[in-house]
């Protein structure tokens, strides 16, 4: 046991060092959130007192593009290097493995959700939001968010793969599951859709916790998001065996 968790713990401190805490990736964290605050300031033209309609979106992409942008391209890089053939020689089984690899990332996008609710603490009164209900949420959007950039990573050999098979699912993510307009607007052939993707859920959980505007129960969202979790990571785990391992 002792010995799992030191492998969990170089692996995790690797990739944080080598990928996660470099300054670009830092700046990026940082920057991205801000620019989305602005870009729907913009575009809706009301000011501050929109802020708790936008505020579940921004934290809800800025977590998906930070977890997904990294991790689909460093599990990619480092099975394309064969730096991934020696982490597979560490004395734990692949599935701890695969969550090692997956930390540094939850983390990284669990830290971004934290940039646009800082902003917001400078222009409205947070005090009445569920933080609660908020940081759980966080957190499975981040978990979620990791298995699908991992799902993406092992599904494809090239780097620039990965960041198109990234794109492929999470634009139409961010544009079918109410970040933008609410679901029952969508033409009712599209909203199917956006109950299969779980940053739907995701979206949902921070509206109820922030406004109060969620569509679906929280506890029904928390269960579903949770299901996507298992599902994108053991799927992962089967593509590692057939496509790396075997």
Same mark, same amino acid.
């Given at each position: 046991m002792k010995k799992k968790w030191i492998a969990f713990w170089n692996i995790l401190l690797k990739d944080m060092r080598s990928y996660y805490l470099k300054p670009p990736n830092i700046s990026?964290?940082?920057?991205? %959130?801000?620019a989305w605050i602005g870009m729907f300031?913009?575009?809706?033209?009301? @000011?501050? +007192?929109?802020? =708790?309609?936008?505020? %579940? @979106?921004?934290?809800? #992409?800025?977590?998906?593009?930070?977890? /997904?942008?990294?991790? &689909? !391209?460093?599990?990619?890089? +480092?099975?394309?290097?064969?730096? =991934? +053939?020696? *982490? *597979?020689? &560490? %004395? !734990?089984?692949?599935?701890? *493995?695969? =969550?090692?690899?997956? /930390? @540094?990332?939850? =983390?990284?996008?669990?830290?971004?959700? &934290?940039i646009p609710v800082i902003f917001s603490l400078f222009l409205v009164d947070l005090s009445n939001v569920s933080w609660g209900i908020i940081v759980p949420a966080v957190v499975l959007i981040a978990i979620a968010s990791a298995f699908l950039g991992l799902f993406v990573a092992v599904t494809v050999s090239e780097v620039f793969e990965a960041q198109t098979f990234s794109n492929f699912l999470r634009f139409p993510m961010v544009f079918l599951c109410g970040l933008f307009f609410p679901i029952a607007s969508l033409p009712f052939f599209l909203r199917p859709l956006s109950y299969v993707f779980p940053l739907t859920y995701g979206v949902d959980i921070l509206r109820g916790a922030v406004s109060g505007k969620n569509i679906? %129960?929280?506890?029904?969202?928390? *269960?579903? #998001? #949770?299901?996507?979790?298992?599902?994108?990571?053991? &799927?992962?785990i089967k593509n590692i065996n057939k496509k790396w391992i075997t």
């Open positions: 990026w964290g940082i920057i991205f %959130p801000i300031f913009i575009k809706t033209g009301r @000011g501050v +007192e929109d802020v =708790f309609d936008l505020l %579940p @979106g921004v934290i809800s #992409i800025s977590v998906l593009f930070g977890t /997904t942008s990294m991790l &689909a !391209v460093t599990v990619t890089f +480092e099975k394309k290097a064969r730096s =991934f +053939e020696r *982490l *597979l020689l &560490a %004395p !734990v089984s692949l599935n701890f *493995l695969m =969550f090692a690899k997956t /930390t @540094g990332a939850i =983390f990284f996008g669990a830290v971004n959700a &934290a679906m %129960p929280l506890g029904l969202d928390f *269960l579903i #998001i #949770i299901c996507f979790c298992l599902i994108l990571f053991y &799927a992962s």
